[in-house]
């Protein structure tokens, strides 16, 4: 399959310029995406981009990944309806920082390749760059006219848009122009709300040095519901493990409607035409068992974090999901029970709860685990009821020794519901 033909298949396309496909199957090209460093962290919403230019490498393109420094003390106008805060120089660098450790994670900065990865940041030629001189040299050849006529600012005409916002597409402009310049990087991709910036870029290039610059866009990943992808009910799904656990990217990907999985499949990771077809035949012969979902997953969470990452949240889903024993909770340390346990209802109690003998049916309804004592004893007798993953009778006492860690005791309600038991 040839690039180009992959991009599409992958759902990597949205805009393009009429001779990108061209260019891109000719020798390595140095292709460029800017990352926005308003976080210490990158989130699944710039992973799409990040196996965009991974995916350029393996064809033998060389990657470079901007990170805006200096962009970023402006911030993009582009998909929001209200001007950013301003960050700090100190928060910016750190924020760049971080973000450079986590882009040399996924591609490939070997000096003993011709396709070597760089990563640069905007701030080192913007930062020398007097005001008058940059109007002169670079604002002069883009009309008000043109820059009012981009979607992104039209969108914010109404509500306001500040001059700093307004700037910004000339800032972007510039970082093509100089990266065309010295390293000849003749395409720039990104977000398909990036097509306006971009394009300024290509406009700039060619009405100063008579250049031709190519760009793609990728469409903005949603859900099949039309909601925004790479969110959670806490918020985003952020790369950083210190962010979100590799339990919880974990169970993001699990989670995945089957309405989503065939197109996040191709976006987030390299497995073939041929094998993700296959996948897709056996999950849905046996949809239940989640098996793309699974796949994803596991690919995903090993990308991002690590094989053994992936293996302690595949134990970590067995606790509450699997078959599982009170020993198995002992390989996670509080902190990590805790992210587990996020949602799940508890009842806080005094140390001395079970300092004496108490039996199930009296514990049960006691702390509204069920209704009443007649529904608990049902629960038991049905065999439906589990401590600490151990099945129980109606004459089960509970006792000290039923605390794990000291700290708490997990009830089973059936197969899907729990209930913590908590020392205050």
Avoid at 34 to 52: A, C, E, K, R, Y
Avoid at 92 to 98: I, P, V
Avoid at 305 to 329: P, V
Wanted: charged share 25%; hydrophobic share 40%; glycine share 6%.
């Amino acid at each position: 399959m040839k690039l180009f033909d992959e991009l599409n298949w992958r759902g990597f396309v949205q805009n393009y310029t009429p001779d990108v496909n061209f260019l891109i199957e000719q020798n390595s090209q140095s292709v460029y995406i800017g990352f926005d460093p308003t976080s210490d962290s990158l989130h699944v919403g710039n992973l799409m981009q990040i196996m965009l230019l991974s995916l350029f490498q393996k064809y033998g393109h060389r990657p470079i990944a901007l990170v805006g420094g200096a962009t970023g003390m402006i911030g993009d106008p582009s998909g929001k309806s209200k001007e950013r805060n301003l960050l700090d120089m100190d928060t910016l660098f750190h924020n760049q920082k971080c973000i450079q450790n986590q882009l040399e994670k996924f591609l490939d900065f070997s000096p003993n390749i011709p396709n070597s990865a760089l990563i640069l940041n905007n701030y080192d030629w913007f930062k020398d760059f007097n005001f008058l001189d940059f109007l002169r040299t670079i604002g002069k050849h883009i009309s008000i006219n043109y820059m009012i006529a981009k979607e992104s600012v039209q969108n914010r005409i109404e509500t306001g848009i500040s001059f700093t916002e307004f700037s910004y597409q000339l800032l972007q402009a510039y970082d093509f122009l100089y990266l065309y310049q010295n390293y000849n990087c003749k395409i720039q991709m990104g977000g398909a709300d990036q097509w306006g910036n971009i394009t300024t870029g290509i406009e700039l290039i060619r009405r100063i040095i008579n250049g031709q610059a190519e760009a793609i866009t990728a469409p903005l990943l949603t859900k099949a519901d039309g909601t925004k992808f790479g969110k959670s009910e806490s918020g985003n799904i952020w790369l950083d493990p210190k962010k979100t656990s590799p339990y919880k990217f974990y169970q993001f990907w699990i989670n995945i409607s089957d309405n989503d999985v065939e197109k996040l499949l191709k976006v987030f990771t390299f497995l073939s035409k041929e094998e993700i077809e296959n996948i897709l035949i056996k999950h849905f012969n046996e949809p239940h068992l989640r098996y793309a979902q699974k796949r994803l997953a596991e690919y995903v969470t090993t990308l991002v974090h690590s094989k053994e990452d992936l293996e302690k949240a595949i134990e970590a889903t067995q606790l509450l999901f699997g078959e599982s024993s009170k020993d198995n909770f002992l390989k996670f340390d509080w902190h990590e029970l805790q992210e587990i346990f996020e949602g799940v209802p508890y009842s806080q109690v005094n140390n001395e709860y079970f300092y004496q003998p108490k039996d199930a049916v009296t514990i049960l309804s006691e702390l509204q685990i069920y209704p009443s004592k007649s529904e608990a004893k049902k629960a038991l007798q049905a065999g439906a009821v589990k401590v600490n993953k151990m099945k129980i009778s109606v004459d089960y006492q509970f006792l000290e020794n039923d605390w794990i860690m000291n700290k708490f005791v997990l009830i089973q309600k059936g197969k899907k519901n729990y209930h913590l038991i908590i020392k205050s």
